[in-house]
């Protein structure tokens, strides 16, 4: 079972629109991890999280999107203004003893 | 730039028989992690196995195991004892192990059908 859960299991939301997809850890971890995958293709790494810093991020993570960690409990991924090409399963991950292990995603769907 | 490339977008097997899935990947550093993710229709992304580069000993998980071939940069999976459970999409991921390498870099899938 994941380390984490992710909500709301699925979005949808109009195009333009701000979503905040939230991660919430069970077990204590520091290092976090945002991807994505749009249906049918593989999946993309957007941004990683330490100590309340962004670590890395792709070229993917543009100003549209944001992480914070505001509680020091609840991981979340905000985007802006949402675009039809949002749409995508959003997935939180852990570094984990063996690797990084994945919630469950957050289907977001942009109409 | 490390990429990760899956050959097979589809293959089947029969209910208990042996599978092997194909991954290559290219990459300049000498140290790095592989690793393979299984996802079924539910689309959770489950943590299969991993393999340190610096490892010559090939991972094995219960009927899981690879083949590293480091100089050909290959990381092969093989499902023994195929399951119906073990229909799902397997990708393929590679992972650096310096500096700010902290993101995984996956290969496009490969659809796994195992047939009863």
């Known amino acids: 079972e994941p380390e984490v859960t992710q909500t709301p299991s699925h979005q949808v939301t109009q195009m333009g629109q701000e979503v905040i997809l939230r991660c919430v850890p069970i077990?204590?971890?520091?290092?976090f991890y945002w991807y994505r995958q749009i249906l049918g293709q593989k999946v993309e790494f957007l941004v990683s999280?330490?100590?309340?810093?962004?670590?890395?991020k792709s070229e993917i993570f543009d100003d549209q999107f944001s992480v914070e960690r505001p509680d020091g409990s609840n991981f979340t991924l905000k985007i802006r203004s949402t675009k039809l090409e949002d749409s995508a399963m959003y997935f939180c991950?852990?570094?984990?003893?063996?690797?990084?292990?994945f919630g469950p995603g957050t289907r977001l769907t942009v109409t | 730039a490390q990429t990760v490339t899956q050959s097979q977008p589809e293959m089947s097997v029969q209910e208990a028989e042996t599978v092997t899935l194909s991954c290559t990947y290219d990459?300049?550093?000498?140290?790095?992690?592989l690793f393979w993710y299984k996802q079924p229709p539910s689309r959770q992304m489950i943590l299969v196995i991993r393999?340190?580069?610096?490892?010559?000993q090939n991972a094995t998980e219960n009927r899981f195991s690879v083949n590293f071939q480091k100089a050909a940069k290959s990381f092969s999976l093989k499902i023994s004892d195929s399951q119906l459970g073990d229909t799902a999409m397997y990708f393929c991921?590679?992972?650096?192990?310096?500096?700010?390498?902290?993101?995984?870099?996956f290969g496009k899938g490969t659809l796994l059908t195992v047939n009863p």
């Open positions: 991921a590679f992972k650096g192990s310096g500096g700010s390498n902290y993101k995984l870099t």
């Open positions: 990459t300049s550093e000498s140290n790095y992690y």
């Open positions: 077990s204590n971890h520091l290092y």
């Open positions: 393999q340190e580069a610096y490892k010559q």
């Open positions: 991950a852990y570094k984990g003893l063996s690797g990084q292990y």
């Open positions: 999280f330490y100590n309340n810093e962004i670590s890395e």
